[in-house]
């Protein structure tokens, strides 16, 4: 069966870094794009990163531009998110998602706070 099982979340002072891991399993993890999402309390659920799915091409959302990267690993079935210079505005749950398929992992959470 597909599993999506996001790691890395955690607690981070402002200004911090933190590496998001999605392991993919079930499907053919080369074969299709991936997406990072999040959601703050309160909040709508927001696209945070999208990546291709040879990794050649990448998007970002707004809040992440200049501070996130998305990358892959096709022999991992792994999905990352390497976040830097976090900000309080950056607390949520992460999620990942197979956008071509409608899976969705049970997501992540980060708490960026001094």
């Known amino acids: 069966q597909v599993q999506l099982v996001e790691s890395g979340g955690g607690l981070v002072q402002p200004g911090g870094s933190l590496r998001l891991s999605c392991a993919a399993s079930g499907f053919t993890f080369s074969n299709v794009a991936m997406s990072w999402y999040r959601q703050a309390p309160g909040k709508e659920r927001e696209l945070v990163a999208f990546?291709?799915?040879?990794?050649?091409?990448?998007t970002y959302g707004k809040s992440a531009k200049g501070r996130f990267t998305v990358s892959r690993d096709n022999v991992k079935n792994t999905v990352y998110l390497q976040m830097n210079n976090l900000k309080p505005d950056d607390t949520a749950v992460y999620f990942c998602?197979?956008?071509?398929?409608?899976?969705w992992g049970q997501g992540t959470q980060v708490t960026v706070s001094s």
């Open positions: 990546i291709s799915s040879t990794g050649g091409t990448t």
């Open positions: 998602k197979v956008p071509s398929l409608g899976y």
